[in-house]
Structures are given as structure tokens and as C-alpha cells.
């Protein structure tokens, strides 16, 4: 199953990557336009509206084309959320919303924002919208469950009242129909409002954590051409591989979404304990399901980040170090892979598969690849095997009780300290003759050595005997490129706050919280690497993505 999800996963995404732009006109634009409407535009103005139109509907067909009963999507290739609610456990939250579709109009939450009447006053608190009032788009087709009453998310959030309040007025520039210019049109009316809680800039001088609630009221205009047009919170539009929408019209702003991604990834703090944090020190009392939507919203947004930038960095970089542990999803071993260079770090959760190898590496990769001695990187040229890891089995084989095993093992050390005593000393100046001609007897011998090893009766030393022969040459590339690592601790450290997580969290429950985990913790350690604050970046990619616009480039350094 992990395979499949990991594989749907990238193939979903890339499907969909070309419908990653909003619709230019709203149902509120269409609903005015019809055979009058047109009537009364010039050649030019009906261009202009084609085209749009034309775009729209494009955009509309491919969507038309991703739904999950398509043939060219196998069953077997669904994601478990797409399989249906039942199987739909979410991180921590099995009531989370499982709305795909993901158009801003029907995503954002009841209690998230209310619809005040048009003349709310200025910084008047607004009624908590605990129980939404039914707009105007939701009229023809009753809901059939109020979004908000969900387990774990009841009596939260909007009985709160902040002292400090803004208003920001959004009001549409250009007519949809003609394109004129709508500034110098009287203010329409205010015809949708939410709330964002977001941290306070409180820029060089003042330090702390504070939080502003601030009113957005979206109003309409009308153009002298007769049409209305209103100005709409921004959103990225649905992505097929990713249960959950990316768009202005969230409580939640950026910033304050980037401090629960950090409380999650370094302080790997549960839901719970995130939720009793935002509630203890900032007073902000937010639902379980909030948490986890926010954790899965920085999911989809950076998602963009890895697959466009950091994926061909990484593959660009002469040398990557891979490594891979055991990861639970929804009870099943997967297995969390990393790969990282001097500048970059790629997570991936999948199946101990080469399939997840190459879709990291690409067909192209043709740097140096440090790794264990699993059988899916050896069909790669470049490869380079870490010797403190067979250091550590050898010395296991010293401190063994059986004579044979002790001999091997101080063999082993002794081959592998000579080989890595001239590498040290070739990085301080020019070996006096070739290393490898330095080297040819003694590595001939142990080849030798560890042959009348690989069917030896203890356990360990065969073993050992049988990797090291599997992989022979690799072990001493070092000695024809002194510059090149010996040992691969760079993934290995790279694992560690990842395992000591998994300990915490048990895992995760989907593949959508999985691939969440791995995009945050590739780009949080990416930033860590170049010396960037992830947290800045992360408030910035998702506030340009739910206004509906690509990544920023994450700087290559500092
Ligand atoms: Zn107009």
C-alpha cells in the first residue's frame, strides 16, 4: 500500500501541476453573464472576456479529468482518503474534512469566518459564528452537516474575543466583464468577512508572541457596463493529491501557521500538546482538526518547494548521502528515506523500494551517492559505502567469543584503519605514491580473506564477509578521491531528530500526513543547512500560495 500511495502520490502531482492557478471568473461573475451581457461589449472587451472564458474552461476539463473513478487512474492507485470516509484516518483527528474539490467558497470552515451584514461597524466585535449563518451560495443545496460540529472541535475559538482588531477592506480593481477600471466606482457592498488570528511583525525592537485578529470583509463593485464584480479571498485550486484547501479565507494566518509547523517539526509537539501551548501562552484556544489542517495546508504549499527546487538541487549536487529507517504509516513499516548534501536535505516516506530511489534521484543523477549496502543502490555508478559503519560490525566481531569471528573482525579493522590512515594524510598534501598502487597487496589479501569468510559458521562474520564482497570496490573509492567522505554520518544525523520524533508520534496515519512530515522536515532542514530562518520561509510560501501564486525561490545560501 505505501508504495502505491507514494507513487499515486507524484503521479497526482504531476497531473495537476499544470491547473495550479485560479479561475479568473467567479459563479458569482457567471451567474450575470449571459447572450445580453455579451451583446453589449465591444470587439476588444469580448476578446478579453474569450479568453478568460477559454482559460476557465480549460482549466475545468483537466480538473474533470483527475477525478478518481478515471480510467486512467487504477483503483490500486487511489489514495486511502480517496477510497472512501471509512478508511480516512487523519493524524490525530478522524473527523477531519475530507473535502477535495477544494474551491475557497466551499473549504473554508463555519467557524472560521462569519458573513456580518454590509454596514458592520468599523472594529465592532463580531458575533462568534460558533453557528454559521447560511450564505447566499449555500442557499439552493442545504448542507447536509454543519461543517463545524466535528468531534474535538466544539465550544473552540470563536467565542474569543481579541482586544486588538483590524479591518482590511478587499474591494475588485477590474470589471470581469469589460475590464474597466472599478477604483473611482462607489464601494459596494460587503457581501462575505472572516476573521485571521496571525502573529503580530513586531519588527527589530520589540521581541515576544503577539497575536492580532484581523476582519477582512470582501465587497462588490458595480461597472458602469451594468456587471458586478467582487473582490474573493485568494486560493490555490484544488489539488487532486492533496486533501485539504490552500486559502485565504483561514483563521489561521501564516505566521501563526509557521509557529504550529515549528512547535510541530523541532519542538515535535502532538496536536494535543500544540493545542495546549496556543491555549497555556497566547491564549488562543484552536481545535485539534485547526492544528492538523494548518500542519497539512504547510504540507501542500511547500510541497511546491521540494518538488520544484529542492529535488533538482539535490540531484545537481556532486555528492548525496542516503540513508533509510523504519517509519509507521496507519500501523504499516514504510520507510523514511533521506538524502542530503552540503546545501540540501530530501525527506521521502515510501516503500523501501528502488522505485522511491529513483524518484528522488531522477534518471539523470550521475553524482556520488554514500549509502548503506541495501541491493537498490547498487545498480548505481557512483557509489560510496560508509567504513565507520563496517567499523562498528568488525569491532562486534572482536569483542565475539568465537576465535574465528575475533581474527575476522581485527583483520577487517586493520585493512579499513590503514586505508582511512592514508586517505587523512592524502588530504594534508600528495601521497608519496598512488594510493591504490600503495594499497593493491594488502586490499588483494583481504579479498582473499574475506572469501574463505562468506560461508563461515559464525553468523556475523559471514555476514560481514558477504557484504564486504558485495560490494568490494566501492568501500575504497576513497583511496583514487581522498576529497570524498568516509563515513556517511551526515545522513545519519541528518535521521536522528526524525527518529527521536517517530518515538513521539508512533508514526503517522495516512499518506498525506506522511508526505506532510517528510515536505516539512525536507524543507526545514534545507533552511537549517543554508543558514535561513524555515519559519520566515514557511509564512511566506504559504501566504503567496493562498493567494493563489507559485513557491518562493528558497535562496541557495544566506
Ligand atoms: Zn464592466
Request: overall charge negative; glycine content about 6%.
Amino acid at each position: 500500500m505505501a508504495r502505491s500511495c507514494a507513487k499515486s502520490f507524484n503521479a497526482k502531482r504531476r497531473r495537476t501541476a499544470r491547473s495550479e492557478f485560479p479561475v479568473q471568473l467567479s459563479k458569482h461573475d457567471l451567474l450575470q453573464l449571459d447572450a445580453d451581457a455579451l451583446a453589449a461589449l465591444s470587439h476588444a472587451q469580448l476578446q478579453g472576456l474569450s479568453e478568460k472564458l477559454l482559460a476557465d474552461l480549460k482549466l475545468a476539463h483537466e480538473r474533470l479529468d483527475q477525478a478518481p473513478h478515471n480510467s486512467s487512474r487504477p483503483p490500486s492507485s487511489q489514495a486511502p482518503w480517496e477510497r472512501g470516509r471509512d478508511e480516512d484516518h487523519d493524524d490525530t483527528d478522524p473527523d477531519a474534512p475530507s473535502d477535495s474539490s477544494a474551491p475557497a467558497s466551499s473549504t473554508a470552515r463555519a467557524d472560521e469566518h462569519v458573513d456580518p451584514p454590509a454596514d458592520s461597524a468599523e472594529g465592532s466585535q463580531p458575533e462568534p459564528a460558533t453557528s454559521a449563518s447560511p450564505s447566499s451560495t449555500d442557499a439552493d443545496a442545504p448542507p447536509p452537516k454543519r461543517p463545524g460540529q466535528r468531534r474535538g472541535a466544539t465550544g473552540h475559538g470563536r467565542t474569543q474575543r481579541f482586544a486588538i482588531i483590524h479591518r482590511l477592506e478587499h474591494h475588485p480593481t477590474r470589471c470581469a466583464r469589460c475590464g474597466s477600471d472599478l477604483q473611482d466606482r462607489a464601494p459596494g457592498a460587503c457581501y462575505h468577512a472572516h476573521h485571521v488570528i496571525d502573529l503580530s511583525d513586531l519588527g527589530e525592537e520589540r521581541i515576544g508572541l503577539e497575536l492580532t485578529d484581523t476582519l477582512h470583509a470582501y465587497h462588490e463593485r458595480t461597472c458602469g457596463c451594468g456587471h458586478s464584480t467582487r473582490a474573493e479571498p485568494g486560493h490555490t485550486p484544488g489539488d487532486a493529491a492533496w486533501d485539504v484547501a490552500l486559502s485565504e479565507r483561514h483563521l489561521v494566518g501564516p505566521r501563526l501557521l509557521s509557529l504550529i509547523c515549528a512547535l510541530c517539526t523541532r519542538q515535535r509537539l502532538s496536536r494535543r500538546r500544540i493545542q495546549e501551548f496556543l491555549g497555556d501562552w497566547l491564549r488562543l484556544q484552536l481545535s485539534i482538526a485547526t492544528i492538523n489542517q494548518c500542519l497539512h495546508e504547510a504540507g501542500r504549499a511547500l510541497d511546491a518547494v521540494v518538488e520544484e527546487q529542492l529535488l533538482q538541487q539535490a540531484r545537481d549536487s556532486g555528492l548525496l548521502h542516503a540513508d533509510e529507517t523504519s517509519w509507521l504509516e496507519a500501523g504499516k513499516l514504510v520507510w523514511l528515506w533521506v538524502f542530503t548534501s552540503a546545501t540540501t536535505t530530501i525527506f521521502t516516506i515510501g516503500a523501501r523500494s528502488k522505485a522511491v530511489l529513483m524518484s528522488v534521484l531522477g534518471p539523470l543523477f550521475n553524482g556520488w551517492l554514500m549509502s548503506d549496502g541495501y541491493w537498490a543502490y547498487r545498480d548505481l555508478d557512483n557509489r560510496l559505502r560508509c567504513l565507520a559503519h563496517v567499523q562498528r560490525k568488525a569491532r562486534g566481531l572482536e569483542e565475539s567469543l568465537d576465535r574465528q569471528a575475533r581474527a575476522f573482525g581485527e583483520a577487517v579493522n586493520t585493512c579499513l584503519q590503514a586505508v582511512m590512515d592514508s586517505v587523512y594524510a592524502a588530504r594534508e598534501g600528495p601521497p608519496p605514491m598512488d594510493l591504490r598502487q600503495q594499497h593493491a597487496e594488502q586490499l588483494n589479501a583481504f579479498w582473499c580473506l574475506c572469501l574463505e569468510h562468506i560461508d563461515a559458521a559464525h553468523e556475523k562474520t559471514r555476514a560481514l564477509a558477504r557484504e564486504l564482497l558485495n560490494d568490494f570496490d566501492t568501500f575504497w573509492v576513497t583511496l583514487d578521491h581522498p576529497e570524498l567522505p568516509l563515513t556517511n554520518n551526515e545522513a545519519e544525523r541528518a535521521l536522528r531528530h526524525w527518529v527521536i520524533a517517530r518515538r513521539i508520534s508512533q508514526g503517522t496515519r495516512t499518506a498525506q500526513g506522511s508526505r506532510t512530515v517528510a515536505v516539512l522536515a525536507s524543507v526545514v532542514d534545507t533552511c537549517r543547512k543554508r543558514g535561513l530562518s524555515p519559519w520566515d520561509f514557511i509564512a511566506e510560501v504559504v501566504a503567496e500560495r493562498r493567494r493563489g501564486r507559485p513557491a518562493p525561490l528558497l535562496p541557495v545560501a544566506a
